[in-house]
C-alpha cells in the first residue's frame, strides 16, 4: 500500500499513543490507504477466526503465476511483500519496525554463466569433463565476476567434518590449502546405520551442506564438492539441480564474515563414482571406511580445474513485520514466523517455469495471517505482544531470519518464544503432529495438553536423516538461544492411516519440492488438519502471551547456556532434561 499524508500522519501518532488509539490509528491507515499494483487485491471476505477459506485464499494468490515464484530481488518480490503488508493493515496489526512494515536485508545476488561453466578432472593425464547441472553444480559465494582454479589436487575427505565434540576430524593429518576436497553429505551415523555415531540416523548439523562449505573454507580449501545420494541428501539431484541454478543470494561479507570457500557445489553420485574408479580407487570402499573412528582423508591421484563466470549484484530484499502490541509487557514479545520466498521463475526452462510454492511456502505465510487475524480480532488483547515475522531468502540459507537475529526489533532477551511455520501438509487430520527437532524445550510441554483435548499426539519427524530442525529459519533463533517451536503436519492421517501419511510426503517430495509442480489445488487440498494445527498453535501462543512464563530448554540442549547466558535462571528452577 503507498503511504498517503494521512496514513504517514496516521502511523506517525502510533508511535506515541496508548494501545487503543494506537490500533484505532493502523485501522485508519488500513481503510485510507490505495492498494498500489504491486499488490494484487483480493475480494475476498475474511473471517475473524482461523478459517479454511481464508487460508486458501492466501495461498491461491500468493501461490499464483502473477507472483511468478516470490524470487527475492526480483518484481515479484515488490508484489509478495505489498501483499503482505497489505494483509497485516487490514488485520489491524501496526508496523512492526519502527514505524516501518519492512526491516531491510542486505543481498548480494550471484548468477553464474552455467553455458560457460567448466569443470575438467584429469586423471593420469586423461581429462574428464563434467556438465553444468547434468553432472556437477558450481558456485561462488564470495561476489567474484571470475573463479579459475588450476589443477588444484583433490582430496577425499570422508564427511568433512571436523567435531571435538565427537572426536572426530576427517581433515586429520593434512593441509588442504589449495586443494579441492571432496566428501559425503550427511553424516557418518547414517550411512552406517550405527546409533553410536553421532546422533545415528538422525542428522546433526554437521551433515548439513551449508556447515560441510563453511569448514573446508575454514580449512583453507580452494573448492569444494559434495557427493550427492538421494538417501543421504533426502531429496534427488533433480533438487539440488533446480536449488543452484539461477540466481543465488548471500548477505554481504560485513554482514556475514564467515569465510567463505572460492567455489564449491555438488557432483553426482554417478560422475563420483567414475572419477575415483579412474584414479584407482572405490567409492562405495572409500564410503564405508569414511564411517569409521580414525577414518584418514584419501588424496586421489587426480586434479580438478574449473572456470566460472558470474555476475554479483548488491541489492536488497526485505522482511515484512507486523506487530500486536501487549496491553501490560509489550516489550515481552512471542514471534510467529514463516519465510515468503521461493525460486522465483527459471527463464532458461521450457514449460511451466514458475516454481509458484504453494505448500513451500506460501502455506506459511498464510498459517501467520489467519493467526494474526485470529488475535487481533480477540475480545481481550495479549498482555504480551506478539510479532509477526514474514522473512526472505530461507530458500537461500536462512538468511532472512539470520540477519533479522543479528537485528532485532524486539530484543532476544525479550523474546518469548518463536513458532516457525514452514511447508503445510494439506492432507486432512492427522492422529498427531510432528514436532521437528522433539525432545528440545519446554515449549513442547505446553503443547501437550493442548494435544490431549484434540486427542492427538506430539511425534518426531519421520524422516530424521533429512536435518529439518537445520533446514528453516527457527534454527538461527535457537543458536541464539531463543526458545524455537517448529511444527510440521502429522502423518498419522484419520484416513489412511501412517501408510497415507507416509505416501503423501513421499509423493510430495518426489513429484513438487523445490519443483515447478508445486501448485495450489483446490480440488485436492484437505485443509482441516492445517486449520487444527493452526488453532493449536494459537492457543500456545495465547498461553505465554498472558501467563508470564518464559519457558526454557531442556537440560542438556547445546542451545540452553545462550539463553542462560540472556536470561539467568534460579537453580531451582532449571528445566528439567527432555524426554
Known amino acids: 500500500m503507498r503511504a498517503t499524508t494521512l496514513s504517514l500522519a496516521l502511523l506517525a501518532l502510533c508511535a506515541c499513543t496508548p494501545r487503543g488509539d494506537q490500533q484505532a490509528a493502523v485501522d485508519a491507515t488500513a481503510d485510507a490507504a490505495p492498494a498500489t499494483d504491486a ?299 514463516a519465510h515468503w520466498d521461493h525460486l522465483g521463475t527459471h527463464d532458461g526452462e521450457t514449460g511451466d517455469n514458475i516454481y509458484n510454492g504453494a505448500v513451500d511456502n506460501a502455506t506459511g505465510v498464510a498459517a501467520i495471517m489467519e493467526i494474526a487475524e485470529s488475535f487481533r480480532k480477540a475480545k481481550v488483547p495479549p498482555k504480551r505482544s506478539i510479532l509477526f515475522l514474514a522473512v526472505t531468502l530461507e530458500e537461500s540459507g536462512l538468511l532472512g531470519s539470520k540477519y533479522y537475529v543479528a537485528h532485532p526489533v524486539i530484543p532476544l532477551d525479550k523474546t518469548v518464544a518463536v513458532f516457525n511455520l514452514d511447508a503445510l501438509s494439506p492432507v486432512g487430520k492427522a492422529r498427531d503432529i510432528t514436532v521437528v527437532g522433539k525432545g528440545s524445550s519446554q515449549l513442547e510441554d505446553l503443547l501437550k495438553p493442548l494435544l490431549d483435548a484434540q486427542k492427538r499426539k506430539p511425534v518426531g519427524e519421520t524422516n530424521t536423516a533429512a536435518g529439518y530442525y537445520f533446514r528453516s529459519d527457527h534454527f538461527n533463533f535457537a543458536k541464539a538461544g531463543v526458545p524455537s517451536l517448529y511444527l510440521d503436519s502429522g502423518t498419522d492421517l484419520l484416513e489412511g492411516g501412517q501408510a497415507a501419511g507416509d505416501a503423501a510426503g513421499k509423493d510430495y517430495t518426489d513429484n513438487r519440492y523445490h519443483k515447478a509442480g508445486d501448485h495450489f489445488d483446490a480440488a485436492t487440498w484437505k485443509l482441516d488438519g492445517i486449520i487444527q494445527d ?20 531442556y537440560a542438556g540442549n547445546p542451545f540452553k547456556a545462550a539463553r542462560d547466558a540472556m536470561r539467568p535462571v534460579a537453580p531451582e528452577s532449571a528445566p528439567p532434561a527432555g524426554k
Open 534 to 553: 493452526l488453532e493449536v498453535v494459537t492457543t500456545l501462543g495465547t498461553t505465554l502471551a498472558n501467563d508470564g512464563q518464559w519457558p526454557n530448554w
Open 39 to 337: 499488490a494484487p487485491t483480493s475480494t475476498h471476505a475474511f473471517n475473524d477466526a482461523i478459517d479454511a477459506g481464508d487460508f486458501a485464499e492466501h495461498v491461491k494468490q500468493l501461490a499464483s503465476d502473477e507472483f511468478g515464484g516470490r524470487g527475492p530481488g526480483t518484481p515479484s518480490e515488490e508484489k509478495t511483500v505489498e501483499y503482505i503488508k497489505a494483509q497485516f493493515a487490514r488485520i489491524g496489526l501496526q508496523p512492526g519496525n519502527g514505524s516501518d512494515w519492512f526491516q531491510t536485508v542486505p543481498m548480494v545476488e550471484t548468477t553464474a554463466d552455467e553455458a560457460s561453466a567448466s569443470m575438467v578432472a584429469t586423471v593420469g593425464g586423461v581429462t574428464q569433463a563434467l556438465k553444468f547441472g547434468t553432472d556437477m553444480v558450481i558456485g561462488t559465494r564470495t561476489g567474484q565476476a571470475q573463479v579459475d582454479i588450476k589443477d588444484s589436487p583433490l582430496v577425499f575427505i570422508g564427511y568433512g567434518v571436523d567435531a571435538p565434540e565427537q572426536q572426530w576430524n576427517d581433515y586429520a593429518g593434512i593441509d588442504v590449502k589449495g586443494k579441492t576436497v571432496v566428501m559425503l553429505v550427511n553424516d557418518p551415523g547414517f550411512h552406517a546405520g550405527d546409533a553410536k555415531l553421532f546422533d545415528g540416523k538422525r542428522m546433526t548439523y554437521y551433515g548439513r551442506w551449508t556447515y560441510k562449505f563453511e569448514e573446508a573454507a575454514r580449512k583453507g580449501a580452494a573448492a569444494a564438492l559434495i557427493i550427492h545420494d538421494t538417501e543421504g541428501a533426502s531429496y534427488g539431484w533433480d533438487v539440488v539441480k533446480n536449488s543452484w541454478s539461477g540466481p543465488q543470494y548471500d548477505l554481504p561479507a560485513k554482514d556475514d564474515p564467515a569465510p567463505r570457500v572460492p567455489a564449491q557445489g555438488w557432483i553426482t553420485g554417478e560422475a563420483a563414482t567414475a572419477l575415483f574408479k579412474a584414479a584407482g580407487q572405490d567409492l562405495a570402499k572409500l564410503r564405508a571406511a569414511a564411517n569409521k573412528r580414525g577414518f584418514k582423508p584419501v588424496p586421489l591421484d587426480a586434479s580438478l580445474s574449473l572456470a566460472l563466470k558470474s555476475t554479483s549484484v548488491e541489492k536488497a530484499s526485505r522482511n515484512v513485520v507486523g506487530l500486536l502490541p501487549g496491553s501490560e509487557t509489550p516489550d515481552e514479545a512471542i514471534v510467529y514466523m
